[in-house]
């Protein structure tokens, strides 16, 4: 069973740094491309940053661009999202995603998603 | 960046009955399009991919249609875990996704 479990979630003050985590179990990890999808409380989604399986192709979304920074771990498995230069409006649960492919675009599998909450 | 809109923005449904939720590109993303239902306190869940294939388990009663910039999501005869929030994804630009705002079906 394909499973994504994220973690590294919390109450940081703005301007500060996050860095968030998510564990991957049930499927060969380094087969697929990988994505962070995150959602305002009571909102939509928002697409925030994806990474191709070797890491080679990266992007992200205009509103982190510069401040946020996706990666990945094959040997173990993980996910990874820096967030610095942390502002309010960054409050969201934020998904680990799964791509169905090396470069497709959408997303087959989500994990249970981790609030950062942003405030002073 | 590709604007994506959907509508109605709230669909007020009777059990049984057909629902019909729509979703518009602001330039053509081919088929490459997704639905996703999402229920209070859960992640969403993939529906549909390529604007018309169903993901795994998911029930025939879903369907979609469409391709360019309109699309279609379907439901023949809803059911009560069937109401939800459903949002329709562009993937036309790996890996650049954008979402519409969602549409909230309800009982009627």
């Known amino acids: 069973e394909v499973q994504l479990v994220e973690s590294g979630g919390g109450s940081v003050q703005p301007g500060r740094s996050l860095r968030l985590s998510c564990a991957a179990s049930?499927?060969?990890?380094?087969?697929?491309?990988m994505h962070w999808v995150r959602q305002v409380p009571g909102k939509g989604l928002e697409w925030v940053a994806g990474?191709?399986?070797?890491?080679?192709?990266?992007g992200y979304a205009d509103s982190v661009k510069g401040r946020f920074t996706i990666s990945r771990d094959n040997a173990n498995k993980s996910l990874h999202l820096q967030m610095n230069s942390l502002r309010a409006d960054d409050t969201a649960f934020y998904y680990c995603?799964?791509?169905?492919?090396?470069?497709?675009?959408?997303?087959?599998?989500w994990g249970q998603g981790t609030l950062v909450s942003v405030s002073s | 960046e590709i604007v994506m809109t959907q509508s109605p923005a709230t669909l007020s449904v009777s059990p049984g009955e057909r629902a019909t939720l729509s979703c518009r590109a602001s330039?053509?993303?081919?088929?490459?399009l997704a639905w996703y239902q999402q229920k209070p306190g859960q992640a969403p869940r993939l529906l549909m991919y390529?604007?018309?294939t169903r993901a795994t388990g998911i029930p025939a009663r879903f369907s979609g249609s469409g391709s360019g910039t309109e699309f279609t999501l379907t439901i023949s005869s809803l059911q009560s875990e069937d109401f939800a929030i459903y949002y329709c994804?562009?993937?036309?630009?790996?890996?650049?996704?954008?979402f519409g705002q969602g549409t909230r079906v309800e009982v009627k």
């Open positions: 994804q562009q993937y036309n630009k790996w890996p650049w996704g954008t």
């Open positions: 390529g604007a018309s």
């Open positions: 990474i191709s399986w070797s890491s080679r192709d990266i």
């Open positions: 049930g499927f060969t990890f380094d087969d697929y491309a």
């Open positions: 330039q053509s993303v081919s088929s490459n």
């Open positions: 995603a799964k791509d169905p492919g090396w470069y497709t675009g959408y997303f087959d599998c």
